[in-house]
């Protein structure tokens, strides 16, 4: 497979469920990212992951637990989450240095009951 | 706060036509400005511009930035109903090589 890869393609889950988002990049990046995609909002970075550090958290909620254990894998477990969490969750991967255009998956469409 | 709008928010033309696509900005630290063509799920990469006054040109596609006034435009000639899409733009920062904030998008809707 080549570029960047994300399973489940959907999902449904309860408030009180856990579940986990896979990525996986094919692309020899570097650097991993998870985006969130709400309805007629713009995409807004929740995590960035440089050679498996992380290195951005914006003030994301720690009902969303990212893990990265290497530079081609990336995870967000979720736990206990809310309805409004339900949006289009995108993986993306690029080179940190130097920086270059991010190559998104096609994303995991997150319904939260 | 940092800022990227777009605009129009949206558009429908017919084939053939010629549309201009605007992204204006206003960050701190600017690094470059990225536009993205989002159809189904995922976004994909069009250009990165770094300098101003350098057009890049993908085909039917082309983009320019302003650094001094601050905006970027994508041009797409020729139209056809396959460019039908949302049409993202995003800067980078120096300092943070990662960070990416992404405007709200134009819907461009071609039609027959």
């Known amino acids: 497979e080549t570029g960047v890869t994300q399973t489940p393609r959907h999902l449904v889950m309860g408030m009180t469920n856990k579940k986990s988002l896979k990525c996986e990049q094919h692309?020899?990046?570097?650097?991993m990212y998870w985006y969130k995609q709400s309805a007629k909002k713009p995409l807004e970075l929740m995590f960035v992951?440089?050679?498996?550090?992380?290195?951005e958290n914006n003030s994301v909620p720690s009902r969303f637990s990212p893990e990265c254990p290497n530079s081609s894998h990336l995870f967000l477990h979720l736990h206990t989450l809310q309805p409004e969490d339900s949006a289009l969750y995108l993986c993306?991967?690029?080179?940190?240095?130097?920086?270059?255009?991010?190559?998104f998956g096609p994303g995991t469409r997150l319904t939260v009951l | 706060e940092d800022k990227v709008v777009q605009s129009p928010l949206s558009l429908v033309v017919h084939e053939g036509d010629t549309v201009t696509l605007n992204c204006s900005y206003e960050?701190?630290?600017?690094?470059?400005l990225l536009w993205y063509k989002q159809e189904k799920k995922a976004p994909t990469f069009l250009f990165m511009l770094?300098?101003?006054?350098i057009e890049k040109k993908s085909g039917r596609l082309s983009s320019i930035l302003d650094k001094k006034e601050l905006f970027s435009i994508l041009n797409i000639t020729a139209t056809q109903t396959g460019d039908s899409a949302i049409y993202l733009c995003?800067?980078?920062?120096?300092?943070?090589?990662?960070?990416?904030?992404f405007g709200t998008g134009t819907r461009l809707q071609v039609m027959l």
């Open positions: 960050v701190t630290n600017f690094r470059s």
């Open positions: 692309l020899g990046h570097n650097a």
């Open positions: 992951y440089n050679f498996k550090e992380q290195t």
């Open positions: 995003a800067v980078t920062y120096t300092g943070t090589a990662s960070k990416l904030t």
């Open positions: 770094t300098s101003s006054g």
């Open positions: 993306a991967s690029s080179q940190y240095h130097p920086p270059g255009g991010q190559y």
